[in-house]
């Protein structure tokens, strides 16, 4: 039998209007809870990061879908994985709890393989 290989895992996240309402120390609770959430993903068993990619200074405003506003690219150990990823996103509190992270931004995970060209 083979040996199961990882799911190469592109997540796509969307910055939402609601960040961009968010007076000064709201933004900075938002903050806080996207990097628990992105330190959150490396830390899922088996989750190996490969990369991550910032649109924010060629992208001006919300995104409410593609093109996203950064991405991370990481290698998972299966499917349960990727989804517990983006449960994140609707579980992390942000500030005192009233609001996840879910009213602030948007994920959306692209699951495929890695390209091997031949030589």
Known sequence: ??????????????????????????????????????????????????????????????SESWPWTTYLMADMPDYEAVVAACNLVRTTPVGDGTYKLWKYCRIQARIGRELVVPA
Do not use: H, Y
């Open 1 to 62: 039998m083979s040996e199961k290989k990882p799911l190469r895992t592109l997540f796509c996240f969307g910055i939402g209007q609601n960040f961009f309402n968010a007076d000064t120390a709201e933004a900075k609770d938002v903050w806080r809870a996207f990097s628990e959430m992105w330190n959150g993903i490396a830390g899922i068993p088996g989750a190996t990061i490969i990369g991550n990619l910032d649109d924010d200074q060629t992208m001006v405003g919300p």
